[in-house]
């Protein structure tokens, strides 16, 4: 039984313990039971124990209970180390030496041969050293990583940090490490040393708690780094960990080791230097050839251990007890094993058929396959399909014997074409969970045959796998990824108008991610590029929508770029116009956001926007007119034509593909979407433009952006619980992006706040508001009205609390100042604003209580909440308890439960 927590002494099981870890993370019971591959029942009954022996009433005080307790959520993270498949053997010094040397020293590299035992040997003193650790250990597994530019991405994904829009994967990466205390483990660093060091070195001078060993053939060569040699599995005499390591495996075969002869095991484990890899393989021969055979196999290659360092022939012994196995097999599953050494992750039987060639039956594969998995030089997951993957050591051997035999462009060209049929079905298939496993399981074979056709040479191969690759990436929710991938095909393109294609499917990842100015430079560059070509309306268009990127999306640039920029490059695009239709609607557009910086209600401009877009058929230059367009109706208090819009920008949007061009219009238009059903009192339509939102590919990993409208909707509606348990979920993600600053989310965490205020946890509240101001919102635009939003939640808790005089005082604007109201962002408000700055009104008893009613009666008009609330309070104010209790029913209808237990509430008043 596990005792958790001090104060209560009551005893939890560790299954109530993992349970009661993610109630504290605020987890549904379905999403428990989906992470614990349990049943809901089964959870249910475990919620039930726990309230029980921990005397708590609800569910709520049981994850308040659970935040407080110590270490509980960080045992949860020591469930990250692999579990050997094996039982480990020996090592007892090197293990407490290695432990010691991480007490003392923050960077340790575990060096030594492949074959060694490092990776086993750091696993195990992970698994030692984690309980001292707050949030325990990490394993990062960096064998199927191929370019050093993405161990800081393999290491975030790992531990839990998404890919970012607004910040690059290092600073998430430091910002969601800065405050815990854990030791990582990177394995296999020896291919990726210069990735390896700058991430290390950023995450030890960030990162003051964490502890990091890495497994490498060759030291880092870092100043800070200790290196901790591993030397090979003891012989002494006739035993030591070596003999015991061979009679282990040799009984896990056989059940008997009664015939060993110790002495004989001793003199085999010592030729072969006490290498793990080539004792495992030495044993699992053992049932077919005995200790005859493999004396008499290993004698035969003990002659090319003849020169170099100890290392070298550490080396040497393990390629010799390789070399020896591989000749031990059949001509053909020596060849099976090199065609499947292309594979860097898990392939199954079809693949492998695919690789060895036409000439080989299924049947014959497969039983090839079994023998090498046999043989211990393929690891075999069994399942359905069963899949099969070469250990490290061993597929590089394979690719090693590939080229000496002639057969490594052959079978990398096989590769390649299966990597492309792959990709191929995945673009035909609708993404959802399967599609994702299948992507995430071929991921790492597409980048290795991307890096084989460019060292090849094959720089049109190279391109287009690129380009293929970059586009399931984005889909996949890796737009950071995809954005490079394009960038790379730009590089290696044979034309001047394919780089320029894939330059701006780049700025477009780039926009989506809301990386501004990386989107400003991949425009400029496919610019002058198309203008060196003769594209003058290409270039022409991509000047014109750095123009709009400019003064449409602010909030996505790094720094600040004036309006005088936007100017310039609108002047330069009209200079390079041919006239073409499409030209001229990207830069109407940019003429129609330069305008409404000057003047918020000029839909002039707009309109003549729409129209030329939509006679170019230019789906994302229209998308974005519409956006102005609605933007301008927004600020002239015309909400019904912003709706319209909306609906017909949704038509728009129909007839585009989800891919990196139109990313930035999907997201932009569900946001928009969401705020104008917000404003016209469609609840419902606000949530499901929320919840599109976040079902969209490129936000998967980012809770905080993906979450943020429906955080929204659900504090309007009053699903408070939801936004407790979503909110959670928004601060980790935020929190996990580097708390980055994102004025545009300042709404959501005050919606929060409020939440939490009307729960009567002011402590939340207070908390979340401090989340609101570094998010980006500046304290005194927060306790002005200027925003629209922040003065509605204000005044919506002190009505809650009973206290109109406060409310009155929160809403100070006029509900007619057009300085406030003459802005799209503040607009959409002001229906909720001026329903409430009437019913404070009369609940505070002010004198000019019935001209608030009456007047408010316009600013509502669009909206039946805000209505039915000005109506409310006028029947308040005439002491009309009957038309008050009716009022109950009209927000039923409208979907806003809040608002109709506020009704029955003000009813007893």
């Known amino acids: 039984m596990t005792t958790v927590g001090a104060a209560k002494t009551a005893d939890v099981t560790a299954r109530e313990a993992e349970v009661l870890a993610l109630i504290a993370r605020h987890l549904t019971n379905a999403e428990i039971a989906e992470a614990l591959f349990i049943s809901t029942r089964t959870v249910e009954t475990h919620v039930s124990a726990l309230l029980r022996k921990l005397q708590l009433p609800d569910r709520r005080s049981l994850a308040r209970h659970a935040e407080g307790v110590p270490g509980l959520l960080a045992a949860q993270g020591r469930r990250a180390l692999p579990a050997p498949v094996t039982s480990f053997i020996g090592r007892t010094t090197e293990r407490a030496a290695?432990?010691?040397?991480?007490?003392?020293?923050?960077?340790?590299?575990?060096?030594?041969?492949?074959?060694?035992?490092?990776?086993?040997?750091?696993?195990?003193?992970?698994?030692?050293?984690?309980?001292?650790?707050?949030?325990?250990?990490w394993f990062v597994d960096l064998v199927q990583v191929t370019d050093p530019a993405m161990v800081s991405a393999a290491v975030a994904e790992t531990v839990g940090v998404p890919e970012q829009r607004s910040v690059s994967v290092d600073v998430a990466l430091v910002a969601s490490l800065a405050g815990r205390d854990a030791l990582l483990v990177l394995d296999n660093c020896e291919h990726l040393l210069q990735g390896v060091r700058d991430c290390v070195e950023r995450i030890l001078t960030g990162c003051p708690e964490i502890t990091v060993l890495a497994t490498s053939r060759t030291r880092l060569m870092v100043p800070y780094e200790r290196v901790f040699a591993v030397p090979g599995l003891s012989v002494v005499d006739d035993r030591g960990d070596a003999v015991d390591l061979f009679a282990a495996r040799v009984a896990a075969a056989t059940g008997d080791t009664a015939l060993l002869d110790g002495s004989r095991v001793a003199g085999l484990c010592r030729a072969l230097d006490g290498m793990a890899l080539a004792i495992e393989l030495a044993a699992a021969r053992y049932s077919t050839l005995g200790l005859d055979g493999l004396e008499a196999g290993l004698e035969e290659r003990l002659r090319f251990l003849t020169a170099g360092t100890r290392a070298d022939d550490r080396h040497r012994s393990l390629r010799d007890a390789i070399d020896w196995s591989y000749e031990l097999l059949s001509p053909d599953d020596r060849a099976l094993l090199r065609s499947v050494a292309v594979f860097t992750s898990w392939f199954d039987v079809e693949s492998a058929c695919v690789i060895a060639g036409p000439e080989h039956e299924r049947a014959v594969v497969a039983d090839g396959l079994a023998r090498l998995a046999d043989h211990s030089l393929l690891v075999v997951e069994r399942g359905d399909p069963t899949r099969y993957r070469a250990l490290e050591t061993i597929r590089q051997y394979g690719i090693e014997r590939l080229d000496l035999a002639g057969e490594l462009v052959t079978v990398g060209t096989r590769h390649e074409q299966w990597c492309r049929d792959v990709m191929t079905a995945l673009r035909a298939a609708e993404p959802g969970e399967a599609w994702c496993a299948r992507f995430d399981n071929i991921v790492d074979d597409v980048r290795a045959a991307l890096t084989c056709a460019r060292d090849q040479q094959r720089r049109v191969d190279a391109a287009t796998l690129a380009a293929d690759l970059a586009e399931l990436l984005f889909i996949r929710g890796r737009p950071m990824e995809a954005q490079r991938r394009y960038e790379q095909a730009a590089e290696l393109a044979d034309t001047q108008a394919g780089r320029v294609e894939y330059l701006r499917l780049a700025a477009g990842a780039a926009a989506s991610r809301f990386v501004g100015a990386d989107a400003l430079r991949l425009f400029r560059t496919a610019a002058d590029l198309a203008a060196s070509i003769g594209d003058r309306p290409g270039a022409s268009r991509d000047l014109a929508m750095m123009s709009i990127c400019i003064d449409r999306s602010p909030g996505i640039m790094s720094e600040p770029h004036t309006a005088a920029e936007a100017e310039a490059l609108l002047a330069e695009a009209q200079s390079l116009s041919d006239g073409s239709e499409r030209a001229e609607a990207a830069i109407a557009l940019a003429a129609g956001f330069d305008e409404i910086t000057r003047d918020a209600g000029a839909v002039g401009q707009a309109r003549r926007a729409v129209d030329l877009a939509e006679r170019a058929a230019d789906g994302i230059v229209h998308s974005a007119a519409l956006d102005l367009l609605c933007s301008v109706y927004l600020a002239v208090d015309d909400i019904p034509a912003a709706v319209a819009v909306v609906r017909r920008r949704a038509e728009v949007m129909r007839t585009l593909a989800v891919d990196a061009t139109s990313g930035f219009e999907f997201s932009d238009f569900h946001l928009m979407a969401s705020d104008v059903d917000l404003a016209a009192g469609d609840l419902a339509g606000a949530g499901d433009n929320a919840d599109a939102l976040a079902r969209l590919p490129f936000y998967c990993h980012e809770d905080h952006l993906a979450l943020a409208r429906r955080l929204r909707v659900d504090a309007l509606s009053g699903a408070f619980d939801d936004v407790v348990r979503n909110g959670e979920r928004f601060r980790l993600s935020w929190e996990r992006a580097g708390r980055s600053a994102a004025p545009n989310l300042g709404t959501s965490t005050h919606a929060v706040a409020m939440v939490?205020?009307?729960?009567?946890?002011?402590?939340?509240?207070?908390?979340?508001?401090?989340?609101?101001?570094?998010?980006?919102?500046?304290?005194?635009?927060?306790?002005?009205?200027?925003?629209?939003?922040?003065?509605?939640?204000?005044?919506?808790?002190?009505?809650h609390r009973d206290d109109p005089d406060a409310a009155v005082d929160r809403l100070s604007a006029d509900v007619d100042d057009t300085r406030v109201w003459r802005h799209w962002g503040s607009g959409l408000w002001r229906p909720w604003y001026a329903a409430l700055w009437a019913e404070a009104a009369v609940l505070a008893g002010r004198p000019d209580a019935a001209e608030r009613v009456d007047r408010s009666r316009y600013a509502a008009r669009d909206n039946p909440i805000a209505t039915a609330i000005v109506e409310r309070a006028d029947a308040l104010a005439a002491r009309d308890h009957g038309r008050l209790v009716r009022f109950a029913i009209t927000f039923a209808q409208l979907g806003c439960p809040y608002q109709q237990a506020r009704t029955g509430k003000l009813a007893a008043l």
């Open 98 to 137: 290695l432990a010691e040397t991480l007490a003392e020293h923050r960077m340790v590299t575990a060096t030594g041969p492949g074959g060694v035992g490092k990776t086993r040997l750091a696993l195990m003193v992970a698994a030692d050293v984690a309980p001292a650790h707050r949030d325990g250990a």
């Open 756 to 799: 939490h205020g009307m729960l009567g946890d002011d402590a939340r509240r207070e908390a979340w508001l401090r989340i609101t101001v570094d998010i980006g919102i500046a304290a005194e635009r927060l306790a002005g009205c200027a925003t629209g939003w922040a003065p509605v939640f204000d005044a919506l808790l002190a009505l």
